[in-house]
């Protein structure tokens, strides 16, 4: 089945301590992205991927840092996580906007609270 | 900058009834709009998209959107709402120029009442 996971699902932490978010997909889509939900502002992109090596800033992207070491996978690492950063974390995949059109695939979702 | 609008936070429609939810875009060129639903702790799925050609566009779950390029939108449509249509809806745009990001609205949510 077609499908991008996270883990974890829910996570909550304090100020401070580094956490990783993992993503991983089975769809061999060059192009991976993080986005961050809050009410009242929708989907924010944090950092996507163009390719494995190739990452770059999205709209928020402070207090995050990425890595693109294999195709499948996009970790999202908090070094120092805030509480300003407590939110709901979504990875997406897809072919990438060379592509025509192209979908995105969105993983479960991570729900972060850091206290 | 490109940009959407979702003008209503909320949307409440008796089931049986015909649902709309609004988007409006704003780029510079043609966009590529799509619509995503989001149901209770789960991640967005793709419902349909206008690319080029026909301006009503047909999608999953009987959803249909109608891209209207003199008022830029792009509003979402079903003639017969279901209690399960309730959820939380994003419209999006990618601008066709050099910086192919895509760009959320910040959703609406959507209650069917039975």
């Known amino acids: 089945e077609a499908q991008v996971t996270q883990n974890p699902r829910y996570l909550i932490t304090v100020t401070g301590k580094k956490l990783t978010v993992t993503c991983s997909q089975n769809?061999?889509?060059?192009?991976m992205s993080w986005y961050r939900q809050d009410p009242g502002l929708g989907l924010r992109q944090i950092y996507y991927?163009?390719?494995?090596?190739?990452?770059d800033k999205g709209d928020v992207p402070e207090g995050y840092k990425v890595s693109r070491k294999e195709k499948r996978n996009f970790p999202l690492i908090l070094e120092s996580p805030s509480p300003n950063q407590t939110s709901l974390y979504f990875c997406?995949?897809?072919?990438?906007?060379?592509?025509?059109?192209?979908?995105?695939?969105f993983g479960p979702g991570t729900r972060l609270t850091v206290l | 900058a490109q940009s959407v609008a979702q003008p209503e936070d909320q949307v409440n429609v008796a089931e049986g009834n015909p649902l709309t939810v609004k988007c409006t875009y704003s780029?510079?060129?043609?966009?590529?709009l799509f619509w995503y639903v989001q149901y209770p702790n789960r991640g967005l799925q793709f419902l349909l998209k206008?690319?080029?050609?026909?301006?009503l566009v047909k999608g999953s779950y009987g959803f249909e959107a109608e891209f209207n390029k003199s008022q830029t939108s792009f509003h979402l449509k079903k003639p017969s709402a279901l209690v399960s249509d309730s959820a939380l809806y994003f419209c999006?745009?990618?601008?066709?120029?050099?910086?192919?990001?895509?760009?959320f609205g910040k959703g609406t949510r959507l209650h069917i009442l039975p």
């Open positions: 206008y690319i080029t050609g026909d301006n």
């Open positions: 999006a745009v990618r601008a066709l120029n050099r910086d192919d990001k895509i760009i």
């Open positions: 780029v510079s060129g043609n966009p590529y």
């Open positions: 769809m061999n889509h060059e192009y």
């Open positions: 997406a995949s897809g072919r990438g906007p060379q592509v025509r059109g192209d979908t995105q695939y």
């Open positions: 991927s163009m390719n494995v090596e190739v990452t």
